[in-house]
């Protein structure tokens, strides 16, 4: 998690809008192994729009996984309820 404060958020479906010219709507979600967080959108527009917005999709998927930023609650800077608590790494998938 990043605070960012004033940032302005803009989210697929934005930018899908603002750099593609399509209205789009999110269908699905999900995904496991490298591709947890995957989103399933459908996009309407003028042909041409569509296959820009294909193009654009194209040139980013597969970009590489981000990598984890895993620390122990103990030392944690962020205040969810397990922030400062022993809880062995709740997250650690391994």
């Known amino acids: 998690m990043f605070i960012s404060p004033n940032a302005l958020v803009v989210t697929e479906i934005e930018a899908l809008r603002i750099?593609?010219?399509?209205?789009?709507?999110?269908v699905a979600s999900g995904g496991i192994g490298e591709c947890a967080g995957a989103v399933v959108i459908i996009a309407e527009g003028a042909v041409d729009n569509v296959k820009k917005a294909i193009s654009i999709i194209g040139k980013i998927k597969g970009e590489p996984v981000l990598p984890n930023f895993k620390?122990?609650?103990k030392k944690c800077r962020y205040k969810c309820i397990y922030a400062?608590?022993?809880v062995p790494m709740i997250f650690d998938k391994s």
Not at 19 to 26: D, E
């Open 19 to 26: 750099l593609a010219g399509v209205n789009s709507k999110h």
């Open 71 to 73: 620390g122990t609650c």
């Open 84 to 86: 400062g608590s022993s």
